[in-house]
């Protein structure tokens, strides 16, 4: 069974770049299925930023396209997302996820919090 | 983009009592695989989501049958036949065809 594991900083300034990590265990990335980050502002619902494919190939909400970027690290049977340019509306509950069309298995989360 | 827009958005219900919560996309789900890629997901509490019912009425292992799921083209619901108290958190829908959107949300409480 797919195991994930998120990791990063939980405090990131303003105007910074948000870095996290996804650790899996138990399926090698290199393998299939999409690979991508969800996000859970405090209080208010999921949303879909972006995945990456095996291929190398990434796909991303336009809400974050020019911001976001996903990379796999498959030495490490990792990947990563990088949020720049970070405000306030940034803080959210991270989730790191391996999805199809039909389903998700989801990490268990990390909050960011986006202040000075 | 495909919007999905979840009613209500808040739900308080007796316990026992039924209750159904409506999904609508803004184009239709059907995948060109002839698939339709909604899905529900409840989240209780502090805990990550969870998938209840996949392609619009494929209820997941372990989900108690008072789940059922149902809908067409954009247009969905999901319905719970007599509400229990482990059934309160949040009821997402999400479409996986056109990539992935979720709906607000509805919060499910008791009376």
């Known amino acids: 069974q797919v195991q994930l594991q998120e990791s990063g900083p939980g405090l990131v300034k303003p105007s910074e770049t948000l870095p996290l990590t996804c650790g899996v265990s138990?399926?090698?990335?290199?393998?299939?299925?999409?690979w991508g980050w969800i996000r859970q502002p405090p209080g208010k619902g999921l949303e879909w930023i972006g995945s990456?494919?095996?291929?190398?190939?990434?796909y991303y909400n336009p809400s974050f396209k020019s911001r976001a970027t996903i990379s796999l690290d498959t030495s490490k049977n990792q990947f990563s997302l990088r949020l720049t340019s970070v405000t306030a509306a940034d803080t959210a509950v991270y989730y790191c996820?391996?999805?199809?069309?039909?389903?998700?298995?989801w990490g268990q989360g990390t909050l960011v919090t986006v202040s000075s | 983009d495909v919007v999905m827009t979840q009613s209500p958005l808040s739900l308080p219900v007796t316990l026992g009592q039924p209750a159904s919560i409506s999904c609508r996309s803004s184009?239709?789900?059907?995948?060109?695989?002839?698939?339709?890629?909604l899905n529900w997901f409840q989240q209780r509490p502090g805990q990550s989501p969870r998938r209840l019912i996949y392609?619009?009425?494929n209820r997941d292992s372990g989900v108690p049958d008072r789940f059922s799921g149902s809908g067409s083209g954009t247009d969905f619901t999901l319905n719970i036949s007599r509400v229990e108290a482990e059934d309160v958190g949040l009821y997402y829908c999400?479409?996986?065809?056109?990539?992935?959107?979720f709906g607000q949300g509805t919060k499910v409480e008791i009376k």
């Open positions: 138990g399926y090698s990335i290199s393998n299939g299925y999409y």
């Open positions: 184009q239709s789900l059907v995948h060109s695989d002839g698939n339709t890629y």
């Open positions: 999400m479409q996986g065809t056109h990539w992935w959107t």
């Open positions: 392609k619009v009425s």
């Open positions: 990456v494919y095996p291929s190398g190939s990434t």
């Open positions: 996820a391996r999805l199809t069309s039909a389903m998700v298995d």
